[in-house]
């Protein structure tokens, strides 16, 4: 039996490539490869670099779903099921919203792939599967296998993504995590994180942990071996770590140079609104932000904005507040209601949807706002994202930012990688806004 796995890509707009800044290599299809026994032969196809034949021969065809990739993903899908494949589908929006994908597939995995995986194959082999299999969340995988996507590495972005654990203890209204993963974090071996850092091609890490410091006593233990191995790494954090100053001790120890973090907002009542009051609760905002970067660690400040405070005013206040700090780079992103989410089910319930699967619809592009805001239209949001984006990549404000840069780090890689993404991000404001989902990816031109 052959397994074919497939990733799906968001779209791209005619004649372009595929946004360079998503291009990382796909560890979700690394540790389903790990979890496939020997015994069945397999081979992988990235939408996002590589035209897609339905007529690739395989048994099973397994795709990977986000909400972004949902419409991409059911189109091939349904290809590969006229040429009588069996299509197995899991990933978050599998998960989040399995009935939105049930008429795609043979079979539906909602969860975590690891316990369940293999019984599911054997069940195909025997042809007497089920259409619908739970996975719990099991991070006994060992070491992912990347030898699948091996050939392709050099399209990826030089960096390798790692996993520490899964989940989330907070509760935010919109995320899709907590949803996911009720609430719940759990983490891998620390021996295995290790010898899986030993062996990856690439020495910038991403832990791609949504709150990595879900369980401190277990990352300070973990940071403490990394040191030993003397990498680069950034991850998500939440604001609080800046409390502990052991831990931040030992992050800037290991090699930790870059932090991701989820501010959302700096208005009260959003805070408030989405869960994330305890935000606000920690204190003087200002000094946390300071204590990190006094620790030499830089900050990657993602915003979202179209809460129920938000205005235009907001968008000023929070780009003086990320001009005042000076952070490495900002993500001014609008809010997103992904189906399974609190946010999803109060707007519509409070009748703001403008689209009930929004994610499907023609036309649908990167950048529209699926939703009703409270204080400003649809459009007005989209476009004061767009040039508050502009105002944060602008090289002038590149230019500004840079003593900044000076007096937190000497390091080369820290400076390569400023220049770097401050400047991919200039030019991929405009490029990524308007981008045509589930759209051109047939497109030889990739
Ligand atoms: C790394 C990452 C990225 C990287 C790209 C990763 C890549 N491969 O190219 C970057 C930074 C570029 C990125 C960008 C974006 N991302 Co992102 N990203 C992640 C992150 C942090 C890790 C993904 C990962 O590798 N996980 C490790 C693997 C092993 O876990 P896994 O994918 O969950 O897989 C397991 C199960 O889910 C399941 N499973 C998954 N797929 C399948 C398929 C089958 C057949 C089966 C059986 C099982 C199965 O089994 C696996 C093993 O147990 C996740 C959050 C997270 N912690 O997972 C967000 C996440 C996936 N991203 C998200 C989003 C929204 C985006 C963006 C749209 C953000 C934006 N506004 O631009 C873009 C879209 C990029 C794209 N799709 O091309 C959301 C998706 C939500 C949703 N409902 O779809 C997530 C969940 C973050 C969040 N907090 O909401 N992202």
Redesign the pocket.
Known sequence: MKIL?I?P??GKKSGER??K????????????NK?TPQKYKRAFLDD?IETIDENTPCDVV?????????KRAYELADRFRRQGKII??????????PEDAAPHAD?L?T????S??AQ?LADIEKGSYKPL?C?E??LD?GL?DRSIYADKMKK??PVS?V?IG???TRKCEF???ST?YSGCYRHRRIEDIVAEIKTCKHKIF?F???SIFSDKAFAKELFTEVAKLKITWTT?ITLDIARDDELLNLMRKSGCKLVLIGFESIEPGNLKQMNKEWNNKLGERDELVRRIHKAGINIYASFVFGFDYDCEKSFDDVLNFAMKHKFFVV?F?HL?A????ETYSRFKSEGRLLHERWWLEEDYN?GRISFTPALVTPDKLRALCGKYKHKYFSFGSIFRRLPALFSRTKSPILHLAYWTMNVLFHFEVDK?IGIPVGENLDEAKK
Do not use: K
Request: proline share 4%.
């Open positions: 796995y990733l890509g968001i595929y946004l800044s998503w291009l990382m290599e796909p560890l979700t299809i690394a540790v389903l979890l996002r397994a795709i990977t779903v986000e909400t972004y990739t949902a197995v589908m899991g990933g978050y929006h599998v998960t989040l919203s079979i995995i969860g975590n792939a690891e369940i995986w599911m299999y996975g969340t099991q995988y992912p990826y972005q993504l996993e899964r989940g989330c995320c899709s995590i996911y991403f791609v942990d949504d998500q993500a992103n997103l992904f189906p399974g989410t990167y990524r």
